[in-house]
Structure formats: structure tokens, C-alpha cells
């Protein structure tokens, strides 16, 4: 059984009576993990608020220029990566292991990968550097469908209805 993720210190306090040391010691990193990525946020947010002020206000730059653009969108998407990762471990909790933990590595891989694609210049990407690129987000886009696709027949066989050929409901 999947356990909920620890959503204050009570449910700390109150899980960690019954938690085995490694657990307690996976609980302990998770936390400190979330603490440092927390402080990684704020000085990324930070500084992508100093450079958009920077950048397009005092320097009155064109947000549309693509090199503006590709600057200020992959910080957005740095952050958002960075959000992600620090949401995926709130279930790291004891029992909470599995397919759901593959699927959202795998989406956070995938916002990586987009990220270094919006910030590259194609122009300047060897061919091979890109067919690496393009292989990369085809094989795990595939790799996500079959993880979700195993993760949605499992829960319709927990609640009694019978996998239909359709795809997820």
C-alpha cells in the first residue's frame, strides 16, 4: 500500500514511531533535499527576476528576440524542473515506491530534455547532436506511454473494471 506523503511535521512526528532506520534515514535525506532545492528556487527566481528586469527593461530588448526568448524561457523552465523535483519528494515516503516514482523521474526527464532543446541554437547543433536529441525525447516519450499505460491497468484491476483497449479513461 502506497502511503500519502508527509504533508506537515505532525505527520512526521507521528510516522517516524514506526518507521525502521533506513526509513527514518530515507525520510531525513528527503527532507534535507527538499530544504537545499527550496534555497536553490528562491536564488533561481531570484535571478531570473533580476535578469528579465535587467534584459528587457533597463536594456529595452525585444522580448521576442529568439536569444531574449531562449534566455528567459529556459530559466522559467529551470525553475519549473526544479518545482518538479522538489514535489517529487514529498513521496518519499516509506511504501512509497514504484511505477508512480518511474513515471514522474521519466517527466522530469522529459522537461529537461525540452529545456535543452528551447535553449540551444538549433543553427549551431551538429546533426548528429540533434538525431541524439530527437532519439532521446522519442525513447522517452515511449518509455512514459508504457509506464503510464501499465500504471492505469493496474488501477483498473484494483477497482474491478476490466483494461479496455481505448486507453486510459
Known amino acids: 500500500m502506497i502511503k500519502p506523503p508527509f504533508r506537515s511535521w505532525a505527520d512526521v512526528r507521528n510516522a517516524w514511531k514506526t518507521l525502521a532506520g533506513y526509513e527514518r534515514f530515507e525520510v531525513v535525506v528527503a527532507l534535507l533535499l527538499r530544504g537545499v532545492i527550496g534555497i536553490i528556487i528562491v536564488v533561481a527566481l531570484y535571478r531570473l527576476i533580476a535578469g528579465v528586469v535587467d534584459t528587457i527593461l533597463l536594456r529595452a530588448l525585444n522580448p521576442l528576440d529568439h536569444v531574449v526568448f531562449q534566455q528567459v524561457f529556459g530559466a522559467i523552465m529551470t525553475l519549473l524542473i526544479a518545482l518538479e523535483f522538489n514535489h517529487t519528494l514529498r513521496y518519499v515516503a516509506p511504501g512509497a515506491r514504484g511505477i508512480i516514482q ?29 538525431l541524439g536529441l530527437a532519439a532521446l525525447s522519442l525513447s522517452l516519450g515511449v518509455t512514459y506511454w508504457l509506464v503510464r499505460d501499465t500504471d492505469e491497468g493496474r488501477r483498473r484491476r484494483k477497482d474491478g473494471r476490466a483494461p479496455s483497449a481505448s486507453g486510459p479513461v
Not at 528551447?118 to 551538429?126: K, R, S
Request: overall charge neutral; cysteine-free; glycine content about 0%.
Open 102 to 130: 518511474a513515471r514522474i523521474v521519466i517527466l522530469i526527464a522529459l522537461l529537461a530534455l525540452a529545456r535543452k532543446i528551447i535553449v540551444a541554437d538549433l543553427f549551431e547543433i551538429a546533426p548528429a547532436e540533434l
